[in-house]
C-alpha cells in the first residue's frame, strides 16, 4: 500500500512541472524516393507550468544524404507553452534514397521555471519502407500510355465486325424496302 501512496505522490509532484507529450508523423499516404514527404510535430503541455525554450531537434533521424530540406526545418525553437496547450511544427523533406528507412524519435528539450532542463522524446515511427521512383510509378501512376495502347489495339478488333455488319445491315435493308414497294 505504501508503494501505491509513493508511486501516486511521485506523480503528482511530476504535474507540477511541464509536461511534454510529442507526436511525431507523416501526412502522406506512401513515402516515395523523389517525392515530398512532410513530417509533422504535435507538442503538447499537460503539465501545470509553462515548458520555456522548447526545442524540437530532430536532425538525427534525417542525414542529409538521406533526406533533402525542401521547406521548414528539422528543428524547431517555442520560446513558451503554457499549461494546457500545443504547439506544432511541419518539415517538407525529399527522400534521396529507397528502401527501408528508420524513423527515429524527435528529441525535445525544454525548461521548467526554475531553469532545469528537460528531455523528452517523440513518438516512434518505426521502419517504414521508402519506395524507389520506378515502383512508385508503376503502382501509382495512371498508365495514360498503357491505356492508349490498350485502346488503339482494340479498336480495329471492334471496328471492323461492326463495319462488316453494317454494311451487309444497310444491304438487307435496301431490298427489304425494294420488295415492300413491288
Given at each position: 500500500?505504501?508503494i501505491?501512496f509513493v508511486l501516486l505522490f511521485?506523480?503528482?509532484?511530476?504535474?507540477e512541472?511541464?509536461?511534454l507529450?510529442a507526436?511525431?508523423?507523416f501526412?502522406?499516404?506512401?513515402?516515395?524516393?523523389?517525392?515530398h514527404l512532410t513530417?509533422?510535430?504535435?507538442?503538447h503541455?499537460i503539465?501545470?507550468e509553462?515548458?520555456?525554450?522548447?526545442?524540437?531537434?530532430d536532425?538525427?533521424?534525417?542525414?542529409?544524404g538521406?533526406f533533402?530540406?525542401?521547406?521548414?526545418?528539422?528543428?524547431?525553437?517555442?520560446?513558451?507553452i503554457p499549461a494546457?496547450?500545443?504547439?506544432?511544427?511541419?518539415v517538407?523533406l525529399?527522400?534521396?534514397?529507397?528502401?527501408m528507412h528508420?524513423?527515429?524519435?524527435?528529441?525535445?528539450?525544454?525548461?521548467?521555471?526554475n531553469?532545469?532542463?528537460l528531455?523528452?522524446?517523440?513518438?516512434?515511427?518505426d521502419?517504414?519502407?521508402?519506395?524507389?521512383?520506378t515502383e512508385?510509378n508503376?503502382k501509382?501512376?495512371p498508365?495514360?500510355?498503357?491505356?492508349?495502347?490498350?485502346v488503339?489495339?482494340c479498336?480495329?478488333v471492334?471496328?471492323i465486325?461492326?463495319?462488316?455488319?453494317?454494311?451487309?445491315?444497310?444491304k438487307?435493308?435496301?431490298?427489304?424496302?425494294?420488295?415492300k414497294?413491288a
Amino acid at each position: 500500500m505504501s508503494i501505491l501512496f509513493v508511486l501516486l505522490f511521485a506523480a503528482v509532484a511530476a504535474q507540477e512541472n511541464p509536461v511534454l507529450l510529442a507526436s511525431k508523423d507523416f501526412l502522406n499516404d506512401v513515402i516515395a524516393e523523389e517525392k515530398h514527404l512532410t513530417m509533422h510535430y504535435v507538442v503538447h503541455n499537460i503539465g501545470t507550468e509553462a515548458a520555456n525554450d522548447v526545442v524540437i531537434d530532430d536532425t538525427a533521424g534525417f542525414s542529409s544524404g538521406e533526406f533533402e530540406v525542401v521547406s521548414g526545418a528539422l528543428s524547431a525553437t517555442f520560446d513558451s507553452i503554457p499549461a494546457g496547450s500545443n504547439v506544432s511544427h511541419a518539415v517538407v523533406l525529399k527522400p534521396l534514397v529507397s528502401g527501408m528507412h528508420n524513423f527515429v524519435p524527435a528529441i525535445i528539450k525544454y525548461k521548467n521555471a526554475n531553469g532545469e532542463e528537460l528531455v523528452t522524446f517523440s513518438s516512434f515511427l518505426d521502419n517504414n519502407p521508402i519506395l524507389s521512383t520506378t515502383e512508385y510509378n508503376r503502382k501509382y501512376s495512371p498508365h495514360l500510355v498503357d491505356w492508349l495502347i490498350f485502346v488503339g489495339l482494340c479498336t480495329p478488333v471492334l471496328l471492323i465486325p461492326f463495319l462488316m455488319w453494317h454494311s451487309s445491315h444497310s444491304k438487307y435493308e435496301a431490298l427489304a424496302a425494294k420488295a415492300k414497294k413491288a
